[in-house]
Structure formats: structure tokens, C-alpha cells
């Protein structure tokens, strides 16, 4: 059983920076595809960011790219949110989610599958 543990939320200006962590054990296979989803108030959950640990390949959101950089540290399967430039509509919680194996990062954002693995999540508020 995969297990997340994320941190590293809090509260920002806007035009600030954060930090998001998550922390994944319990991985059957070697590479397996992590990213983080947000939903904000009143709104869907939406994908921003994914990486699948072999390459590694990454895949953005059209909303965060160029503001967000996703990474991963293998050896000890911590994965990162770098988020510059934050925005009010930023805010929101954000969870840390995994599948095991490869997913196409695209369309997983879009839609993960019912038994990948989730998060308690982590608040993020940007401040005007």
C-alpha cells in the first residue's frame, strides 16, 4: 500500500513562493508516475503537475507552466512543487497523489484512476 505524506503549505503574498513536499513509500515497482492536484473554493480538483520517475518526464498545467517546476528525488522518493510567482487563484488545498507504473502524464492529470493513492493534502493561500 502506497502512502503520501505531503507538506510544506502555508500562506503568501502574491508574487511569492512555496515549496510543496510529498514523501511516497510503499511502491511496488521501481518507477512509478506522482504529481499534484488543487482544488480551490468553489471549485474542481484540476491537475497541475505530474512526473514520471524514468527520464524523468514531466507535464504541466497550461495555468502553472513557466511558474511551477515539479521534481522528484528517487533515492528517496520525495517529490517537489516549486510554485514561483504565486497567484490569488493559486490558492486552494493541494494533494499529492501516485500511481504505480507509467500513466501518460496528460491524460492521468485529467483523470486519475480510482485506486491510485492520495494525500491528506496541504492549504495554500495567496494573498493579494
Known amino acids: 500500500q502506497v502512502q503520501l505524506v505531503e507538506s510544506g503549505g502555508g500562506s503568501v503574498q502574491a508574487g511569492g513562493s512555496l515549496r510543496l513536499s510529498c514523501v511516497a513509500s510503499?511502491?511496488?515497482?521501481?518507477?512509478?508516475?506522482m504529481g499534484w492536484f488543487r482544488q480551490g473554493p468553489e471549485k474542481e480538483r484540476e491537475g497541475v503537475a505530474a512526473?514520471?520517475?524514468?527520464?524523468?518526464?514531466?507535464y504541466y498545467s497550461e495555468s502553472v507552466k513557466g511558474r511551477f517546476t515539479i521534481s522528484l528525488e528517487k533515492t528517496t522518493n520525495t517529490m517537489y512543487l516549486q510554485m514561483n510567482d504565486l497567484k490569488p487563484e493559486d490558492t486552494g488545498t493541494y494533494y499529492c497523489?501516485?500511481?504505480?507504473?507509467?500513466?501518460?502524464?496528460?491524460?492521468?492529470?485529467?483523470?486519475?484512476?480510482?485506486?491510485?493513492?492520495w494525500g491528506q493534502g496541504t492549504q495554500v493561500t495567496v494573498s493579494s
Open positions: 497523489a501516485a500511481a504505480e507504473g507509467s500513466r501518460t502524464l496528460q491524460w492521468w492529470l485529467r483523470k486519475p484512476a480510482g485506486d491510485d493513492f
Open positions: 510503499g511502491f511496488r515497482y521501481s518507477d512509478n508516475t
Open positions: 512526473i514520471f520517475s524514468r527520464g524523468p518526464l514531466t
